[in-house]
């Protein structure tokens, strides 16, 4: 096919705090490399990260006015030459990290999409063959843009499930869309899901999904501590996915079970910082318990959940908590931060 010559984008503005998102024209280069391929994005998913990027809290520099978000479902358009596992038509993403291919690379950096790299809140792009992967058949673009970042955080925070059989209880906490996908991920390996929020308008929803989903309302209920031994039966969850950051660790480790488990870090809605003692990570060794920071994952953990999601034949629907146009991008983002929202906020650039 010819390439197109321009295309819409949504780029960070510039200025005072908080910034926002606007749209551009952008230019596509008249032919692609051996290697390029061009892609269609039909849908996008935001983070946390991508408000954070806006009002100033995300912990790492980020290109000035890059484009937007880092998660996508999208068709290939166009291919090189030298393209040999893509063909027009075919459902992929693009990984959240450029450099972490395999998992075992060195690099100290991140290359991440819609931070120092430019990001996927447009309606093409080109990027190498290697840094896509096919995505699932039986998913929706609106469902299958939420797995990036969200997603494969998700399935690390989670150890890849390789304990699925085995452990019994996960504590998410908040109902963002690493909770929610981890929520999700829980039911199809028969592993009990607690989540927690101060909303029991959004509780009361999440238990709609399943019998087996527990909710555990923070502002209401004095004792969390309590209340997981209560919904274990005393022996404590398998997974604690932290997206509050450091400050609630101590009280973390507390909720996982007597020997084992692992606490997942992976957020920061809450700050950097803890008025802990260092003493109270001793409670990892008293339980041979594990503290995993989680960088989202890479290309070779997005194709395990993939082929997980596809095998188990996963819904991601209840992840998606609303749908905006293209053009309704900056209100996308102004939704996000309002806190709203139950899972994912999705915007739908193109059928």
């Known amino acids: 096919m010819a390439l197109p010559e321009t295309y819409r984008?949504?780029?960070r503005t510039t200025g005072e705090l908080p910034l926002t998102v606007a749209p551009s024209t952008e230019q596509l280069p008249r032919e692609l490399g051996p290697s390029d391929v061009l892609?269609?994005?039909?849908?996008?998913?935001?983070?946390?990260?991508d408000i954070a990027m806006l009002d100033g809290r995300y912990p790492i520099q980020v290109l000035e006015r890059g484009i937007a978000a880092s998660d996508a479902a999208a068709e290939v358009a166009a291919v090189g030459s030298a393209v040999k596992n893509f063909a027009i038509g075919d459902r992929v993403s693009v990984i959240f990290d450029l450099v972490r291919l395999t998992g075992s690379e060195d690099e100290p950096y991140q290359h991440a999409l819609g931070g120092d790299v430019e990001g996927v809140l447009r309606e093409y792009a080109i990027y190498e063959d290697k840094y896509l992967v096919h995505l699932p058949q039986h998913l929706s673009w609106e469902e299958a843009s939420t797995i990036t970042c969200a997603g494969v955080t998700?399935?690390?925070a989670l150890d890849g499930l390789k304990s699925a059989g085995k452990a019994r209880a996960a504590l998410l906490q908040g109902t963002g869309g690493v909770s929610l996908f981890a929520l999700l991920l829980c039911l199809a390996a028969g592993i009990r899901p607690i989540i927690t929020s101060s909303s029991d308008k959004k509780l009361a929803e999440l238990q709609k999904l399943s019998p087996d989903v527990r909710t555990i309302n923070y502002k209401t209920l004095p004792d969390h501590t309590a209340e997981v031994q209560r919904l274990t039966d005393s022996k404590g969850v398998d997974f604690v996915v932290n997206n509050t950051g450091p400050g609630s660790l101590p009280q973390d480790i507390g909720f996982l079970?007597?020997?084992?488990?692992?606490v997942s870090l992976i957020g920061f809605l809450e700050g950097i910082s803890g008025d802990w003692e260092p003493s109270a990570l001793m409670a990892l060794m008293m339980k041979t318990a594990k503290l995993k920071g989680i960088g989202v994952g890479s290309k070779e953990d997005?194709?395990?959940?993939?082929?997980?999601?596809?095998?188990?034949?996963?819904?991601l629907a209840p992840l998606v908590d609303r749908v905006f146009a293209f053009d309704e991008s900056p209100a996308a983002f102004e939704y996000l931060k309002s806190g709203s929202h139950v899972g994912k906020v999705v915007i739908k650039v193109q059928d």
């Open 39 to 49: 892609i269609k994005i039909h849908a996008v998913s935001l983070n946390f990260r």
């Open 302 to 315: 997005y194709i395990e959940l993939n082929r997980f999601l596809a095998e188990k034949k996963v819904s």
């Open 9 to 11: 984008a949504f780029r």
């Open 154 to 156: 998700a399935w690390n």
């Open 257 to 262: 079970r007597q020997h084992g488990g692992v």
